[in-house]
């Protein structure tokens, strides 16, 4: 199927829009102040919402007393568990496609025990904001504080407190089996045995959570949200006990979203407050509600034990993953199962043995965040290369170069590659434009350079059977609409529609207008995660806009008596291929169309290849359509005195199969790259007892404009990606391999590594003493 | 609920007036940069809010024939800019471009930063190098002059009363302002809480240090100086043997916190390093 | 509660409006006199898109009182361009590509407008410096410095 999509959009482009770094279809309103996000919305009459929180990371609650709060003057609402329809709900990862086995509970409001500190426990709706605030301090909880657990090794332990309801702690285990791991280690030459970790990491976006609820004049509940997934409208009806269609999801231009905003954030509270008072309400979080409550990265223990023979050929690999799933379950199974699939890396490895397990706490929950897991063992995977490089005296790059995957290689988990896998190229061209490492004039500081290179995926796993659909029409004056169920969280994802619609109608961006993210209206185009948009949506608008110009050109082919295949649409024209003067205008090609009674308008459905689910016993099969294939290189300046790590140049060098549009791709890798080096050097969410003592931007530190460097992209184009015109995803993996480059720069600036994140001065300093 | 109220005198007679009459406590405002996110985290209710922007007299700097005085509501960002400060005093020019960031820079003032009185305020190891004066006023003008070094008592406490405001910091023009400096140490380049920062003013004869005055920020309870490591030095060369040993003592003088920026036994270290670094610097004549 | 009337101008336009003593410039802004495009992303300073420039300075509307805007003179964004009006700072963050979601553009605009009325021919460092209170989450900054740049007015661009 993609394949001949592929071709269809190759034969009468020469890519006037496509492959143009036109400007986005949203910049002009965002750049004026138009563009109206998630908390810019009012409604008269509109109610504001408090959410009462934990202030236990493990406790019983023993009663909820909501009178005084009740009685306050303003308020018009206290809600606690008892007072929603169904508090528990499953969390479903598929959408429409169930798979079983790995879905979490997701529980509204805590009933009886509370799990994290942060956890809901009562929502609060009043006439203003003051008042809502006021009401949430005089609910009177009783709490009887627990033990609770929050180390995971500790939450494994048969003894060990339990975070749930269940027996055990335990979410799930996957195994990878491959070849025979005594054998592997048997014929290395060189071992290299390493335990990394890695702490929670917060989303950070610069919107925090915001929402408004109303019932409209048909009775609909409507949720108008910043959210990645519309499609929680099912969950939010289940919960209110209505049926799916009495819910609507309308989503707004996010603010950032990166995996945060996937799970249900506001959506649930807001429902309950509005079908409870019959009034809209609006609720958005404080930054610190924000960096306490929503679901983190998941921080890893990974140990890691990697065999060579000594001309630098991997031999083995056995990996042993321990992820914290924090308080509920959410995505935890899924992420473990790309860092499972992941682990081993974009290299042949004969024998291989991974164990990977997730297992809750009572630390605010993990979930998801861009790269899905992938980051994490990523770390380790490419510090353990440039670890045996050094023993094997081989340059990080010939190490690699002696084991990068191929085209046609299987991976850990059998699966062989179908695509083209820019390896080595993209380490070679990434370390090339480092240049000559820069000489340090302070006899304190020294200079060093490295590499990280990642095999990330894009596109659901296959057995997920992900579709997206998309509307696309003409308008009678010849311009065109796209409506389409797809989120867009800043990357893009509703311009690359406009520009995919354009190519292939022969129009300018500046003629499409896309509608998205409503779930009465547009069709659903699923999730705007796993970095699929641009692969889905993008494939199911340019089959909608190829049926479309399909009709059209059968109706102009009347007009200028020629057949489809001999015209050319483009600038708003049709037009002989042999014979450029014959010619006619769009909208009169359209104006005939309506006239003969043909619709020129179609929804497509574009079907992802899917397969079945993956045997978990060996991890053996396929699990995802594509990977996205690149290398980050970063240079930095060490003060070995004071253990600051100063950024010198950083470059990310990716296939992205077809650059749709360059300008965008690029700022894709540019600020993947940035979120990757607060990964490595400055960004640790820290709990201490469940509790968060970075809650706020002062103390979880982001990189500013002073703390960068600009990063260098070079885009490799092999076409061979299957999304439209043969473009591969990289929002996550512009991400995935940043962090283990710079951790790579640092080592070889200072001599010594670092096995945790973030790179802290202070951790500097003391591997320093160590030596 | 939090209910306040609010005045903003136009003149320091009218001040008088609005804090006798007050019925509630009184608390001062200025920038607002550390007084707002305070009211926001519910450290402060239902007080009387007297707003001291509205003291333009308050707001100057001033270059006599020995000193340089600096109104109280004189903004950070423009001391930042100040030719006066850039070459008379630079050591605390260079702070001032490095607290918060340039948006906090342009409501956050100097007396602000003082009366504060966090142990890791940028201005205060500069002001404590340069041996400045606090002047404050209290109701129905009684005044008083505060040396700066007697000035923090602690963590957010200082010696001023309730209705004690700054009006302006002065201090004496260095010899040579050259010979100064400041390090700031933080996780980040910018927008960044110090982890430690140090201010030096040296007086020199050829290579001979007739007087040093190192201060430190962030390293305990208060913004200090380190008065035993200046003794050490008066007197005698800057010379490597003489800085490496004092950088080994000054870990002994401070008494830093381990948080979640850093522990103290870095900070300790660190401080050393710093140390050098600033006496190499001040030494040389600031930064090239 | 006791409010307070003040008085500023709005990108111009005179307004009065009711207030309370601890009700921030942000606050007022987004809720009674509807200038939405200022944005809320901490609400303590450390993320600077709430940056308006007040009496021509560039500040946290977040850290302001609205009582102590009183008198002055408040722009946002929409008071530096718009459509058919556009600030060259506007254009070229379009141009650029320096806009990916959008929520720290308002500040960041405000910023290097404050930027290059001091300093119209500023540097690349002195652009970082200029922006470093302003968090962006999207793009790593390259695109916003490039577009910074590139509205400075054309002539000899210092390095």
């Given at each position: 199927m993609s394949e001949k999509l592929r071709d269809e959009n190759k034969s009468h482009s020469d890519d006037h829009v496509v492959g143009k770094p036109f400007p986005r279809c949203d910049a002009k309103d965002k750049a004026f102040g138009n563009t109206k996000y998630a908390d810019d919305y009012f409604l008269p009459g509109m109610l504001y919402g408090k959410v009462l929180r934990s202030e236990y990371a493990a406790a019983e609650i023993l009663s909820i007393d909501p009178k005084k709060a009740e009685k306050l003057s303003g308020v018009r609402a206290v809600m606690t568990a008892k007072d929603i329809p169904h508090n528990e709900t499953i969390t479903r990862f598929g959408q429409t496609h169930t798979v079983g086995g790995f879905e979490g509970l997701y529980r509204i409001l805590a009933d009886k025990?509370?799990?994290?500190?942060?956890?809901?426990v009562a929502l609060v709706a009043a006439d203003t904001q003051a008042i809502a605030d006021e009401a949430v301090k005089l609910i009177q909880v009783n709490y009887k504080p627990l033990a609770g657990v929050f180390d995971p090794i500790e939450a494994l332990k048969p003894e060990a407190y339990k975070v749930g309801e269940e027996t055990s702690n335990l979410v799930c285990y996957y195994k990878v089996r491959q070849g025979n791991i005594k054998e592997g280690f048997a014929s290395s030459d060189v071992i290299v045995e390493n335990t990394y970790r890695v702490p929670a990491q917060d989303h950070a976006y610069i919107e925090p959570e915001a929402g408004l609820a109303w019932i409209d004049d048909d009775g609909v509940v409507t949720i108008q949200v910043c959210t990645q997934v519309i499609e929680h409208f099912r969950e939010i009806a289940e919960v209110l006990g209505l049926p799916y269609n009495k819910v609507r999801v309308k989503g707004t231009w996010i603010g950032g979203g990166f995996g945060g905003k996937e799970d249900i954030t506001v959506e649930t509270y807001l429902a309950l407050l509005t079908w409870k008072t019959k009034k809209p309400v609006k609720l958005v979080y404080s930054r610190e509600e924000s960096i306490i409550c929503h679901g983190k990265r998941h921080p890893y223990v990974m140990k890691y034990k990697t065999g060579a023979t000594r001309d630098g050929k991997l031999m083995a690999l056995e990996a042993k993953l321990l992820s914290d799933a924090g308080a509920y379950v959410y995505l935890s199974p899924w992420v473990l199962l790309y860092s499972t699939v992941g682990a081993a890396g974009p290299y042949k490895i004969p024998h291989i043995k991974i164990d990977a397990r997730t297992v809750l706490t009572n630390n605010t929950f993990s979930s998801a965040f861009r790269g899905f897991g992938v980051p994490q063992v990523c770390f380790a995977y490419e510090s353990q290369m440039d670890e045996l490089a050094g023993r094997l005296n081989l340059s990080p790059l010939e190490l690699r170069r002696r084991n990068y995957l191929k085209k046609g290689d299987a991976t850990a988990t059998g699966y062989v590659l179908e695509h083209y896998a820019a390896f080595p190229e993209t380490a070679e061209k990434a370390l090339a434009a480092l240049g000559e490492k820069s000489k340090s004039k302070n006899p304190a500081v020294k200079i060093g350079q490295g590499i990280g290179s990642s095999m990330t995926s894009y596109g659901?796993?296959?057995?997920?059977h992900d579709t997206s659909r998309s509307y696309v029409g003409m308008e009678m004056d010849g311009g065109v609409t796209v409506r389409c169920g797809v989120q867009d969280l800043g990357g893009g994802q509703a311009s690359s529609l406009t520009q995919i619609a354009a190519e292939v109608l022969g129009v300018s961006m500046d003629d499409v207008r896309v509608y998205v993210a409503d779930t009465a209206l547009t069709p659903i185009a699923g999730t705007t995660t796993a970095t699929r948009q641009l692969y889905m949506s993008g494939n199911a608008t340019s089959m909608a806009a190829q049926e479309v110009r399909k009709r059209l050109l059968e109706k102009a082919g009347e007009i200028l008596q020629?057949?489809?295949?001999g015209l050319e649409l483009r600038n708003r024209k049709v037009r002989m291929k042999e014979d450029p003067e014959r010619s006619v205008s769009l909208k009169n090609v359209v104006k005939a169309c309506a006239s003969a009674g043909i619709p020129l308008f179609h929804i497509a459905q574009f079907n992802a290849p899917s397969r079945e689910l993956v045997d978990f016993k060996k991890g053996q099969g396929q699990v995802f359509p594509d990977f996205a294939f690149g290398t980050h290189a970063a240079e930095v300046a060490v003060?070995?005195?004071?253990?600051k790590i100063g950024v010198l140049k950083l470059v990310a060098c990716f296939d992205v199969g077809k650059a749709i549009n360059p300008q965008a791709v690029e700022g894709q890798l540019e600020g993947g790259t940035i979120q990757g080096m607060g990964y490595a050097l400055l960004e640790d969410v820290i709990l201490e007892k469940g509790m968060t003592r970075t809650p706020s931007f002062s103390e979880y530190l982001i990189p500013t404009a002073l703390d960068v460097a600009d990063v260098r992209c070079i885009l490799l184009e092999s076409e061979d990606g299957i999304g439209p015109f043969g473009a591969k995803g990289v929002g996550e993996p512009s991400l995935v391999s940043a962090a283990p480059a710079l951790v790579n720069a640092v080592k070889d600036a200072v001599g010594t590594r670092i096995f945790?994140?973030?790179?802290t001065p202070e951790k500097i300093l003391n591997a320093q003493k160590k030596r | 609920m939090n209910e306040m109220e609010y005045a903003r005198p136009k003149s320091l007679k009218e001040m008088d007036r609005i804090v006798g009459a007050a019925k509630r406590p009184v608390k001062f405002i200025a920038g607002g940069t550390n007084v707002i996110p305070d009211i926001r985290a519910g450290a402060l209710s239902s007080k009387l809010l007297v707003d001291l922007s509205g003291l333009k007299e308050l707001n100057f700097v001033k270059e006599e024939k020995n000193e340089i005085a600096i109104g109280a509501l004189t903004t950070i960002s423009n001391i930042a800019a100040s030719r006066v400060i850039r070459e008379k005093a630079p050591l605390l020019f260079y702070a001032a471009g490095q607290l918060g960031s340039p948006l906090t820079r342009n409501r956050a003032t100097i007396g602000g930063n003082l009366a504060y009185a966090s142990p890791a305020a940028d201005t205060a190891p500069p002001l404590l190098a340069l041996e400045a004066v606090v002047h404050t006023r209290r109701r129905l003008g009684r005044e008083r002059k505060i040396p700066i070094d007697q000035f923090f008592l602690g963590p957010n406490k200082t010696r001023l009363a309730k209705d004690e405001i700054i009006t302006k910091i002065t201090f004496s023009k260095p010899k040579d302002p050259s010979k100064g400096s400041y390090l700031k140490l933080g996780l980040r380049n910018a927008m960044t809480i110090s982890v430690l920062s140090i201010a030096v003013l040296l007086e020199t004869n050829g290579n001979v240090c007739r007087k040093a005055r190192i201060a430190l920020g962030a390293v305990a309870p208060t913004p200090m100086r380190a008065y035993r490591i200046e003794k050490k030095f008066a007197g005698r060369a800057i010379d490597r043997k003489n800085i490496e040993e004092s950088s080994l003592l000054i870990a002994e003088e401070i008494s830093p916190i381990s948080d979640i920026r850093a522990s103290a036994e870095y900070r300790k270290r660190v401080t050393s390093v710093l140390f050098q670094r600033a006496i190499q610097e001040a030494s040389r004549g600031g930064k090239p | 509660m006791k409010t307070y009337s003040i008085h500023l101008l709005l990108n111009g336009n005179p307004v009065r409006v009711d207030v309370a003593a601890q009700e921030t410039l942000l606050d007022t802004l987004r809720n009674k006199l509807w200038a939405t495009e200022v944005k809320n992303g901490c609400g303590k300073g450390d993320c600077g898109c709430c940056a308006v420039l007040l009496d021509g300075k560039a500040v946290n509307s977040c850290l302001t009182l609205a009582v102590q805007a009183d008198g002055k003179d408040v722009t946002t964004l929409k008071g530096l361009g718009n459509e058919e009006n556009p600030h060259p700072l506007q254009e070229s963050f379009i141009q650029n590509g320096a806009i990916q979601c959008g929520f720290c553009t308002p500040g960041m605009i405000i910023s290097a407008k404050s930027l290059l009325d001091e300093n119209p021919k500023p540097s690349r460092e002195q652009i970082r410096e200029a922006i470093s209170g302003n968090l962006c989450r999207c793009t790593g900054y390259k695109k916003i410095i490039e577009a910074i740049s590139d509205a400075a007015p054309k002539g000899q661009l210092s390095d």
């Open positions: 025990k509370v799990r994290f500190m942060g956890e809901g659901r796993m296959v057995f997920l020629s057949k489809p295949e003060d070995v005195e004071t253990g945790d994140l973030p790179l | - | -």
